[in-house]
């Protein structure tokens, strides 16, 4: 619909410098620079490198993205940009940018939460989501199980993980494997043509006493690395078909188990998961297998968008303009640890917005320069 707010979207908390364009739940483009191959000789992501390769990107990309998306950027009604969690050096470049474009363009400016924008990303792939909504959130830098009963204001996390993060274990496993960076593409790869059940590796914090919410991975990624060196040292050949299945079930088994307790326990009929794993294979089916049998409805975007993007960020940006929720302050700085529970930054001298209906709202843009730019 037109008059659905047109939204663009700067991502750059890593390694991908996204750029996505969205009016209100339709997506019309999602244009990704990735510096992932030149962090891969590294084994991990090299903060400097990126934020070189965010800057070198920006200005083409949102070029890309608006072409692509046959808008003007004097259409759009707003300019969102993630402002954390990520890398301090990273965000910067998209935080910069975004208030620039902003500012020039005469429009609001939102700073957002990555990790809202990775749940609120499912509207562009299966239209609005439910309220509340419980959403499993993993990468490579978060393991969440959220509650959001609203995606631009409340966001409540239930448990998250004590020690590596999912995407985090799946990467050294395959360092360990000699299979390269990143590990979860491969490691699920070669998952299928091995065994699940060949080897049982230990579930982190299943036990009676864990918190049942939270998750642990540095027991099985030391147990599995312990598994491959005793193989090794006995000059026998490491199954490594065998280790990736077995290796991943241990992971999905748990991440599934507690996604669909904590749906239960919290009367919540459905599940979004998000995040770069939530491309895995096999977490898809085994959550839609147990989601069924749990009567939860699932929902997992398609791996593009499962993956740090910018249309994750147009999309919340979008819900924050479609709310009417206030925009950030001129001097929004990123922040690299910004909590889960501000799914964004207001101005805090306009904590509850100026009201009136979202679009050309110049007013605003000035007032807020006024209040901040000079200060
Ligand atoms: O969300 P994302 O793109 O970036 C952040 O970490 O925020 O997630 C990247 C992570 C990496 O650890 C990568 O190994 C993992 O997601 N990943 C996967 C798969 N595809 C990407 N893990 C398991 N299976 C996959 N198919
Ligand atoms: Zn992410």
Not at 217 to 226: D, I, M
Not at 311 to 340: C, F, I, T
Request: hydrophobic content about 40%.
């Amino acid at each position: 619909m037109a008059d659905e707010p047109l939204v663009l979207g700067i991502e750059t908390s890593c390694d991908e410098t996204g750029v996505g364009i969205v009016r209100g739940h339709t997506l019309l483009a999602d244009e990704v620079a990735s510096s992932v191959d030149e962090h891969a000789r590294f084994g991990g992501v090299v903060p400097e490198v990126a934020s070189r390769a965010h800057l070198e990107a920006m200005v083409p990309t949102i070029r890309r993205a608006l072409k692509n998306a046959g808008v003007a950027a004097s259409d759009l009604d707003g300019v969102a940009v993630t402002a954390g969690p990520g890398l301090a050096g990273a965000l910067l470049v998209g935080v910069s940018a975004a208030k620039a474009y902003a500012y020039a363009l005469g429009k609001p400016l939102y700073g957002v939460n990555h990790l809202a924008s990775h749940i609120c990303v499912d509207q562009l792939e299966h239209g609005a989501l439910p309220e509340p909504t419980m959403a499993l959130l993993v990468s490579g830098g978060h393991s969440s199980l959220l509650l959001a009963p609203d995606i631009t204001a409340d966001v409540r996390p239930l448990g998250s993980t004590i020690d590596d993060a999912a995407g985090e274990a799946f990467d050294k496993i395959a360092r360990v494997l000699n299979l390269g960076f990143p590990g979860g593409p491969v490691i699920d790869r070669m998952a299928r043509e091995g065994d699940p059940e060949a080897i049982r590796f230990p579930r982190g914090l299943t036990g009676p006493r864990d918190a049942v919410y939270d998750f642990s991975f540095s027991g099985l990624k030391t147990a599995v690395a312990r598994w491959i060196e005793a193989k090794r040292h006995a000059g026998e050949e490491v199954p490594v078909a065998d280790v990736s299945a077995s290796f991943q079930e241990a992971v999905v088994d748990v991440l599934t188990r507690k996604a669909v307790r904590a749906c239960k326990d919290n009367g919540v009929d459905h599940l979004m998961i998000g995040g770069g794993v939530a491309a895995n294979s096999r977490l898809r089916a085994l959550a839609a297998q147990r989601c069924e049998d749990a009567g939860v409805r699932l929902r997992v975007p398609r791996p593009k968008l499962c993956t740090d993007n910018g249309a994750m960020v147009a999309a919340l940006g979008a819900e924050m303009v479609a709310r009417n929720r206030p925009a950030s302050a001129w001097d929004l700085s990123a922040d690299s640890s910004l909590p889960v529970t501000e799914p964004h930054v207001p101005d805090p001298a306009h904590p509850h917005g100026h009201g009136g209906a979202h679009g050309h709202d110049h007013d605003h843009v000035h007032e807020l320069s006024k209040d901040n730019l000079y200060s």
